[in-house]
């Protein structure tokens, strides 16, 4: 199992920019999240999903949008990047069912707004 | 409010000294809390949650209910230790709440 794969690893935009983080898990699982980490901070949820079909905003969705047409991949888009989403992006996924379990990260992709 | 708090931000230790990495929460209701940590070029990942009162690589967490804290706790600190260590809550929509982490430096 590779389990929580991100892709890129590291990406500089200009402000304006486009661009879709890429994140999938190969664990069968039914719960994905994106997080952002911010020097200093704690993890900030920006969407989530509990299955094929539905997502639904955390406590930081403006400026990103995502998808989850696949149990698999929940890609996560920034339309109009802004030096203020210059941050180190998380994906993660969780398999939940009565007790609450725990959530797999994957490695991070580094983002910078110019 | 719910929230988690993580006073320090950085916490050094020689080997051999005991650790405690602090974490208070504000929640009402029954707290789920969980301790996960970062490893130098690893990923996040779990550590240890208050629910299976477990004991993993030595470290420990209780829940103190009173004191609204789960402060994680280690008796004698290995150099194999140091990471980021964040307290997380989950909230009354079943999601997690990050703490800001503290930074665990153990020297030898």
């Known amino acids: 199992n590779a389990g929580v794969t991100q892709t890129p690893k590291f990406r500089i935009l200009k402000i304006g920019q486009s661009m879709t983080l890429q994140c999938a898990q190969d664990?069968?699982?039914?719960?994905m999240y994106w997080y952002r980490q911010d020097p200093g901070m704690g993890l900030k949820l920006i969407y989530y999903?509990?299955?094929?079909?539905?997502?639904d905003k955390g406590e930081v969705p403006n400026g990103y949008n995502v998808s989850r047409s696949t149990t698999e991949d929940f890609p996560l888009r920034l339309e109009l990047a802004a030096p203020s989403q210059t941050s180190v992006y998380f994906c993660?996924?969780?398999?939940?069912?009565?007790?609450?379990?725990?959530?797999?990260f994957g490695p991070g992709t580094r983002l910078t707004v110019l | 409010a719910q929230r988690v708090t993580q006073p320090e931000k950085l916490l050094s230790v020689f080997k051999g000294a005991p650790v405690e990495l602090k974490c208070n929460y504000s929640y009402s209701g029954s707290p789920e809390l969980f301790w996960y940590v970062q490893y130098s070029r690893q990923r996040l990942q779990l550590l240890l949650r208050h629910i299976s009162r477990e004991s993993i690589k030595g470290f420990t967490a209780d829940l103190n209910k009173g004191e609204t804290s789960f402060h994680l706790k280690k008796p004698f600190a290995q150099e194999e230790d140091s990471a980021m260590y964040y307290c997380?809550?989950?909230?009354?929509?079943?999601?997690?709440?990050f703490g800001t982490g503290t930074r665990l430096q153990v020297f030898p």
């Open positions: 993660a996924s969780e398999h939940t069912g009565g007790a609450r379990n725990e959530q797999f």
């Open positions: 664990m069968n699982h039914n719960y």
């Open positions: 999903s509990v299955g094929a079909g539905i997502t």
């Open positions: 997380a809550l989950e909230d009354n929509t079943d999601k997690l709440i």
